[in-house]
């Protein structure tokens, strides 16, 4: 407690953050189709300040994320639904989001060509992030891979798009299964895992398979 107060006495004083609009009263001027999209922004917003201004406070002091990963944060903080592809390599999970961007972003092919974990996210332009400054930054939901160590973040990295669908949800393109390839492509760290940890956190899971390849 002594440490506590000590701590809180080294503390800059607290200014009164300024107010924010009441989630369940639109402005009344605006067109009733963008009325939902603006409660969810507000409510979304709320809450990110209410876990900002009392627990990560409260996170921060104590070193939570080195004991844990912190799932309650990760969870108020993604703002953005996420929608993750697995399946088999060479299953069309790639080829299937380039379809839903109507664009090339990603590397398609008949070979295992997916070698990372790759969160499409909104962007103005096309723009690649390394996996490592994801994984640092506090406002992204991606704190909790490092448990997974360097091997998994160099295969890990975000990429952004102008497409409009990514304004409401964040896509993850994975590596495909290689149960069949062997050990040439084996992976440095833990596959099963991390797909766990993605899936953990996704609102829709899509899982691929070419049906001329079943028995793989
Ligand atoms: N016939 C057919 N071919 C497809 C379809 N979808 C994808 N392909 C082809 O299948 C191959 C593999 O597609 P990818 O999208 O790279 O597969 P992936 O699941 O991303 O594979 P990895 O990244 O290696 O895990 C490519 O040559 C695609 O052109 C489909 O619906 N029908
Ligand atoms: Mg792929």
Same mark, same amino acid.
């Given at each position: 407690n002594s440490f506590c107060t000590l701590l809180e006495a080294? +503390?800059?004083?607290?200014?009164?953050?300024?107010p924010m609009p009441d989630p369940t009263r639109?402005?009344?001027d605006l067109p009733a189709e963008e009325r939902y999209d603006w409660q969810l922004t507000?409510?979304?917003?709320?809450?990110?300040?209410l876990y900002r201004e009392n627990i990560r406070v409260l996170e921060e002091r104590f070193h939570y994320d080195v004991y844990k990963p912190s799932w309650f944060s990760e969870t108020i903080v993604q703002k953005k639904p996420f929608i993750t592809f697995l399946g088999p390599f060479s299953a069309g999970k790639s080829t299937f989001i380039n379809y839903? +961007?109507?664009?090339?972003?990603?590397?398609?092919g008949p070979q295992p060509l997916t070698d990372k974990f790759t969160v499409i996210m909104h962007g103005d332009e096309i723009t690649q992030i390394p996996g490592r400054v994801l994984v640092a930054d506090s406002s992204q939901p991606f704190r909790g891979l490092n448990q997974f160590g360097d091997s998994f973040i160099e295969c890990f990295?975000?990429?952004l798009a102008p497409h409009p669908i990514l304004k409401s949800v964040n896509l993850i393109d994975t590596p495909g299964v290689l149960e069949a390839a062997g050990d040439v492509h084996q992976r440095?760290?833990?596959?099963?895992?991390?797909c766990r940890w993605f899936i953990e956190r996704s609102d829709l899971v899509f899982f691929l398979f070419d049906p001329t390849k079943l028995d793989a």
């Amino acid at each position: 407690n002594s440490f506590c107060t000590l701590l809180e006495a080294t +503390m800059p004083p607290k200014q009164a953050p300024p107010p924010m609009p009441d989630p369940t009263r639109p402005p009344a001027d605006l067109p009733a189709e963008e009325r939902y999209d603006w409660q969810l922004t507000m409510t979304l917003a709320r809450l990110q300040r209410l876990y900002r201004e009392n627990i990560r406070v409260l996170e921060e002091r104590f070193h939570y994320d080195v004991y844990k990963p912190s799932w309650f944060s990760e969870t108020i903080v993604q703002k953005k639904p996420f929608i993750t592809f697995l399946g088999p390599f060479s299953a069309g999970k790639s080829t299937f989001i380039n379809y839903l +961007m109507q664009s090339n972003y990603l590397l398609t092919g008949p070979q295992p060509l997916t070698d990372k974990f790759t969160v499409i996210m909104h962007g103005d332009e096309i723009t690649q992030i390394p996996g490592r400054v994801l994984v640092a930054d506090s406002s992204q939901p991606f704190r909790g891979l490092n448990q997974f160590g360097d091997s998994f973040i160099e295969c890990f990295g975000g990429l952004l798009a102008p497409h409009p669908i990514l304004k409401s949800v964040n896509l993850i393109d994975t590596p495909g299964v290689l149960e069949a390839a062997g050990d040439v492509h084996q992976r440095r760290y833990d596959y099963i895992k991390v797909c766990r940890w993605f899936i953990e956190r996704s609102d829709l899971v899509f899982f691929l398979f070419d049906p001329t390849k079943l028995d793989a």
